[in-house]
């Protein structure tokens, strides 16, 4: 009987131990290798000696790999800016890039163009700035606007 | 004698009680088949009405042609119920319509029709009497809130950029008595052939939302701008002799009712032996729900969104134009 069972548990060991086994997996990953990146922070808060905050939206938030690309619209990469969050995050790859700003008044009759806005309701005011990325550093920017 | 009669009773009996063949289709009356959802955005409101029938094969139409649609004469009215009163009465009456493609039972088609105004959260009542069958169906539904879109606005200063390094997120108030929200896109572009130019729209839902029972007075949800791309590639047909350019893209959300959310959860989980166990029609099957459809007009999508358009492995087979307003710079 006793033999009979060790005989049994080895069989059952022997099966569990070659369901067990499996192929070599490689430790390599055939070359492929993440780029290296670092972070854009833009802390995009809006403020205007005349003009209400509330009254002035975000407009728009891009990035470029030069200031002649941002003057042709040529983008690398653009946020969805929206009322409800001033900091948005850019993930680029490491070297020096511009990004451009702009800001919307929408106040009614001529408070926007006597506060300093070109036009009047929707009238806009944009500005730009060169900043350095460093791999897996993060670089912060605040859009200032005149 | 008389033996002789008795045996050959019990014979006939015991010989018909051996037959073995059970008819399984027993005609019986028809079921009202019920779908309407009020619309709480327009002055016109429609219902559909059909009725079940037996069959041994659904892929073959029925023998009879009037066996999926009830009379025109039957009887179809929606109340407006304010503080248990019925302070308005509508009666739908039936229009021809023309059939979207695909597999239907016969050519002839009708929809039920009436003009009234949806007020928002109020109570409707969905009364069908069907002369023919002297059955009645019925339903009520309390109809959802109003809400706003609060994300994406300001379409006159602001773009929205479709690509994956920045989706775009949609924010909205609660509409209350919604149990879901659908949210999406409808593009507004050209369709340019030789010497002839079609302005042309599209529906691009994109997601739908369930919260039943929700105390959040504030909802978000992130668009992925993949899907986008994708369902316009599924849905707009590839034609090498049009060019195509897009116009603007107006941000939608639709808030529909609980019974439609319910519905519409079992749909999408993709239980097909559940669809029509939710139902809210009495004595019928069916949906009697409400929906808001609530729209910010006139975006413009970036220059890169356009470029992906036109370019993208997606869509560059439906030949729309790049930023340039050109395809390769011709």
Same mark, same amino acid.
């Given at each position: 009987m006793n033999v009979k069972s060790g005989l049994l548990a080895i069989f059952l060991a022997a099966i569990l131990i070659a369901a067990c086994a499996r192929e070599d997996v490689p430790d390599d990953n055939g070359g492929i290798e993440a780029k290296p990146t670092g972070t854009l922070r833009v802390l995009f808060k809006i403020s205007h000696?005349?003009? /209400?905050? @509330?009254?002035?939206v975000r407009a728009e938030l891009h990035v470029a790999k030069d200031a002649m690309e941002i003057y042709k619209g040529n983008f690398i990469q653009s946020a969805n800016v929206t009322s409800f969050q001033d900091t948005y995050f850019f993930y680029l790859d490491p070297g020096t890039y511009y990004y451009e700003a702009v800001i919307a008044c929408i106040c009614g009759g001529d408070s926007c163009s006597a506060g300093?806005? /070109?036009? @009047?309701?929707w009238g806009t005011k944009h500005t730009m700035g060169k900043f350095d990325i460093k791999e897996d550093e993060v670089t912060q920017v605040i859009p200032l606007f005149q | 004698m008389r033996y002789s009669l008795i045996t050959a009773f019990a014979c006939i009996l015991v010989f018909s009680g051996c037959e073995t063949e059970i008819d399984v289709v027993i005609p019986a009356d028809p079921t009202p088949v019920v779908y309407c959802i009020l619309d709480q955005d327009s002055p016109v409101q429609y219902l559909r009405l059909s009725r079940s029938y037996l069959t041994d094969n659904a892929s073959i139409p029925p023998d009879e042609p009037d066996s999926i649609l009830f009379a025109r004469a039957t009887k179809v009215a929606v109340e407006e119920v304010i503080d248990g009163k019925v302070t308005k009465r509508a009666f739908f009456t039936p229009v021809d319509i023309a059939k979207d493609s695909g597999y239907f039972p016969r050519q002839e088609h009708w929809v039920y029709r009436a003009d009234f105004i949806v007020k928002p959260e109020t109570d409707y009542r969905l009364i069908i009497y069907i002369d023919e069958y002297d059955q009645i169906a019925y339903s009520s539904c309390y109809t959802v809130g109003n809400f706003e879109i609060i994300n994406p606005l300001y379409s006159e200063v602001r773009y929205i950029h479709?690509?994956?390094?920045h989706n775009l997120s949609f924010y909205w108030t609660k509409s209350l008595n919604a149990a879901i929200y659908q949210l999406g896109f409808v593009m507004h572009y050209l369709e340019m052939k030789e010497d002839q130019t079609l302005e042309k729209e599209i529906l691009i839902p994109l997601k739908s939302i369930f919260y039943l029972q929700a105390t959040d007075n504030l909802f978000s949800y992130p668009i992925n701008s993949t899907n986008f791309y994708n369902y316009l590639a599924e849905t707009l047909p590839i034609d090498p002799t049009v060019l195509r350019k897009c116009m603007t893209i107006d941000a939608v959300i639709i808030s529909g009712g609980e019974e439609l959310g319910y519905y519409m959860r079992i749909q999408e989980a993709g239980q097909a032996f559940n669809l029509?166990?939710?139902?809210?029609?009495?004595n019928g099957i069916g949906i009697f729900s409400s929906k808001v459809l609530r729209r910010i007009n006139g975006f413009s999508l970036t220059e890169q969104s356009i470029d992906t358009l036109a370019?993208?492995?997606?869509?560059?087979?439906?030949?729309f134009v790049d930023r340039t307003g050109t395809r390769d710079g011709r």
């Open positions: 000696p005349w003009i /209400p905050v @509330n009254r002035i300093g806005f /070109p036009g @009047n309701k | 479709m690509l994956p390094d029509m166990d939710y139902t809210n029609i009495k370019y993208g492995h997606a869509t560059r087979q439906l030949n």
